[in-house]
């Protein structure tokens, strides 16, 4: 009975699950079977075959019952047949997939039996790692409380110490502030609120550290205050053991700007100027409006200048002794140097920040104070140079207190002991150019006055030419007169000696002078003539040659009075020394140029006076000299005294005229080389001659002997005169002091007629065959030889003249003596 009741229970729930996909037809015969109360208990979800057999048993009777359960099997057979050949392919799909799940069924219990594995090793290792983090943290705990419990114990003995150090006063304070730091250090990453034990040494440890700081101040500001290294030193090396140098370094210095930013908006507070300039006024009196153009406003503005720079003077210094100390200074302990503390990570020095916010302040506020009033901008332009004069006074102070404070340093025991750094090198440099190699300070300082420099420089300009313009009026013809020249050396002296509180300023204002000096030139050279009378050497002083001569004066007493005045810098700046020299060499150059052809045309006509005659009669005396020598010495004489004399400028003159001497010196000989037929009574006039020439170009120079090249050709063709062919040929003058050329046309003199000279075989005159140049005289001399080598063989002659050999020699001398030059 159980049994069958179990088997008919299995199969009527899986023929239930079947049935309830069952198709339309077949919906009648299945429901029959679903609504059948016999099998309802077989659909509950809490049937028990058991339960329901014992019940079966005791209602009612097992045949009918087991018939029952007999009927509802071979029903259900039925259906489940129906449902197979119903769905018979399904069933068949269905039994395909089953076999593969048979063959994932391995890798299922292998994963199962893992699962199973982990849980009892989970189970095994639970206990033992919840006792292990539990004694961990324990241990921890205690870790931490015996950490907390050995800094309370360091605490309180440091605590115990402080109050012993405290009590000695600023003797101890470094050792106080040494035991305050380890405090911080203990106090550091813990809780130690609310331990009664230390409750009180926490309190203590606050208020020392207080105590600590302040004194450490007041100590480094009273140090600072009356530049005693030992008590800075005392004080960083406090603030050092306190953690807190740089924090302290920064604020000490950023404390120094802001004081100096108001002092240098007060100084310029055009409100305070005002005032103070009214206040100056006598009682009962209206003062007007106009502080920039009244002497108290200004009085009052450079002494607050003045005021400020010995502020900023104190100020740098006291930053600068702070530095100096910070260079000297090391930490006992560790013996780091205070500044590399400071310094460190590529940060520049607290005098270089220090300085660099110093400049930029005045920078900014001097424009900002500039822009608000014009009449504070048109006082600091106005007196420029006496505002550069307190900035070079505040640089030579700082200067110098840096070289004075470096042997304070380096005499003081506090830091001299072993603890500290050792005199080096770079103790005795600057230390404003301690961080940056590239940085100038004095430019950075002076960068400010830069807007003040360029309007006071333009201002000055105009002062210069105001008095050239009045001196030249429009359509004036007349040059400056001695006053009026004196009024512009005059405005160039003050602009100068007012410049001279700085070598930069003097230099620029000399620029302006030289300036000055070429708006004269231009002006002068308007006045020069430039007309025929302007060179004219034949009757007295035209009127346009009084007024070139009145301009070179003028431009002389100029130059004179410039160079005078800066004389101290070396000399005049070479544009307005080129200036003044070129225009002068322009005034003088047609005057000179008419005496020089003047001369020239004076020594040509030596041609046309009479050399060949022989020696004179004893009874009857030579003539000292020629005509046209005479005639030379008159005119030289005549234009010295006329024209030149008139010159102030007599080594300007005279530098023009010795040039004009040694072409004389030249043109003579060439001309005299020329003179054929040459007798012996035509070669003892022109022996008179040339000593007679020495006195002729005397006036023209300061000693004839310092003519140079010249004089020694004179001097030395002078005894070739008297001298053979032979001799002549073989002078050591030749070559080097006597050119070949005119040595060739002096022998052509002693040659036959039939030896024609140069321009004679090529008929020039004698005036363009000296206008030769000089590469072309060998063709011309080798031309004329070869003419009277082919005439003599065209008459058939036998021999030569005996000086053909000799100047076919000196020929090719010259010849050879040229092509070396050239190579």
């Known amino acids: 009975m159980f049994g069958l009741v179990h088997f008919l229970s299995l199969k009527f729930t899986s023929s239930c699950d079947e049935v309830a996909n069952m198709d339309g037809s077949r919906e009648a015969s299945t429901n029959s079977l679903l609504n059948d109360e016999c099998y309802a208990d077989f659909l509950t979800e809490d049937f028990d075959v058991k339960t329901y057999t014992a019940q079966a048993i005791h209602h009612a009777v097992i045949a009918e019952q087991l018939a029952k359960l007999a009927q509802g099997i071979s029903q259900l057979d039925k259906e489940l047949h129906s449902q197979v050949v119903a769905r018979h392919e399904e069933l068949l799909a269905q039994a395909t997939g089953i076999e593969s799940l048979e063959g994932n069924t391995p890798l299922a219990h292998i994963s199962l039996n893992l699962f199973v594995f982990s849980r009892r090793i989970r189970t095994k290792i639970v206990d033992p790692y919840n006792k292990i983090v539990a004694r961990t943290a324990q241990l921890a705990r205690l870790q931490v409380a015996c950490d907390l419990l050995r800094r309370i114990i360091r605490i309180l003995y440091l605590s115990k110490r402080l109050q012993g150090q405290l009590q000695g006063g600023s003797r101890e304070i470094t050792k106080a502030a040494q035991s305050l730091n380890e405090l911080d250090y203990l106090s550091q990453g813990v809780d130690l609120s609310g331990i009664d034990v230390i409750e009180n040494d926490l309190l203590l440890i606050s208020r020392a550290r207080l105590e600590v700081e302040n004194q450490a101040k007041r100590l480094l500001e009273q140090g600072m205050e009356i530049q005693n290294p030992t008590q800075v030193g005392t004080a960083l090396q406090v603030f050092h053991n306190l953690g807190s140098l740089r924090e302290t370094i920064s604020g000490v210095v950023e404390g120094y700007r802001t004081t100096i930013q108001d002092n240098v ?35 009052t503005l450079w002494t607050n200048l003045e005021k400020l720079m010995d502020q900023i003077c104190a100020a740098c210094g006291q930053v600068q002794h702070l530095q100096k100390v910070l260079t000297k200074k090391r930490d006992p302990v560790t013996h780091v140097c205070f500044i590399n503390e400071i310094i460190k990570d590529g940060q520049p020095d607290i005098l270089y920040t220090f300085w660099s916010d110093v400049t930029h302040t005045l920078s900014v506020e001097f424009q900002r104070a500039t822009a608000a009033s014009s009449f504070l901008k048109q006082a600091l332009e106005g007196e420029y140079p006496k505002l550069l004069r307190l900035y070079n006074d505040l640089w030579r102070r700082l200067l110098q207190y840096s070289s004075s404070i470096q042997g304070v340093i380096s005499s003081s025991a506090v830091l001299d002991n072993a603890m500290d750094l050792p005199t080096t090198e770079t103790d005795n440099q600057d230390l404003f150019t301690h961080a940056k190699h590239d940085y100038n300070p004095e430019k950075a300082l002076k960068d400010s006055l830069q807007p003040y420099e360029a309007a006071y420089l333009s201002k000055s300009l105009s002062r210069l030419f105001d008095p050239i313009n009045l001196v030249f009026p429009m359509g004036g013809r007349n040059p400056p007169s001695h006053d009026e020249l004196d009024s512009i050396i005059k405005t160039i002296t003050s602009e100068l000696n007012v410049a001279s509180v700085d070598t930069s300023l003097t230099l620029a204002v000399v620029k302006n002078a030289a300036k000055t000096v070429q708006l004269f030139c231009v002006k002068s050279e308007q006045l020069l003539s430039t007309q025929g009378d302007a060179s004219q050497v034949i009757g007295p002083l035209t009127e346009g040659q009084r007024r070139n001569i009145a301009v070179v004066n003028s431009l002389y007493r100029l130059y004179q009075a410039v160079a005078k005045v800066i004389s101290g810098l070396g ?125 002729a170009v005397a006036p023209l120079c300061r000693r004839v002997s310092e003519l140079g090249k010249p004089y020694r050709l004179l001097r030395s063709f002078r005894p070739l005169l008297f001298q053979n062919s032979e001799l002549i040929a073989s002078s050591p003058a030749v070559g080097d002091l006597i050119p070949y050329s005119t040595l060739l046309h002096f022998l052509f003199t002693r040659a036959p007629s039939e030896l024609k000279s140069p321009h004679q075989v090529h008929t020039l005159y004698i005036q363009k065959y000296l206008d030769t140049p000089s590469n072309e005289w060998i063709r011309l001399f080798q031309g004329a030889l070869e003419a009277y080598m082919q005439s003599v063989k065209a008459r058939q002659g036998k021999e030569f003249a005996p000086v053909y050999p000799i100047m076919v020699q000196l020929l090719q001398r010259a010849t050879s003596g040229a092509q070396d030059s050239r190579t």
């Open 265 to 299: 908006t007060t100084a310029l507070d055009i409100k305070g100027l005002t005032q103070s300039a009214d206040s100056r006024g006598a009682p009962g009196r209206a003062v007007m409006s106009t502080p920039g153009n009244t002497a108290a406003f200004r009085a």
């Open 571 to 695: 000399s005049c700046p070479l544009a307005a020394e080129h200036a003044l020299t070129a225009l002068m060499a322009s005034a003088v150059q047609p005057l000179l140029l008419s005496v020089s052809d003047s001369i020239e045309a004076i020594i040509i006509t030596m041609h046309q006076e009479y050399f060949s005659g022989s020696m004179s009669t004893p009874g009857k005396p030579d003539v000292p000299c020629s005509l046209y020598m005479r005639e030379l010495q008159g005119f030289v004489g005549r234009v010295m005294a006329d024209y030149f004399r008139h010159f102030q400028c007599v080594d300007f003159i005279y530098d023009n005229t010795e040039s004009i001497a040694q072409r004389c010196i030249t043109l003579f000989i060439r001309h005299a080389s020329l003179l054929r037929p040459l007798g012996e009574g035509g070669k003892m006039r022109l022996a008179a001659d040339f000593a007679q020439m020495e006195l």
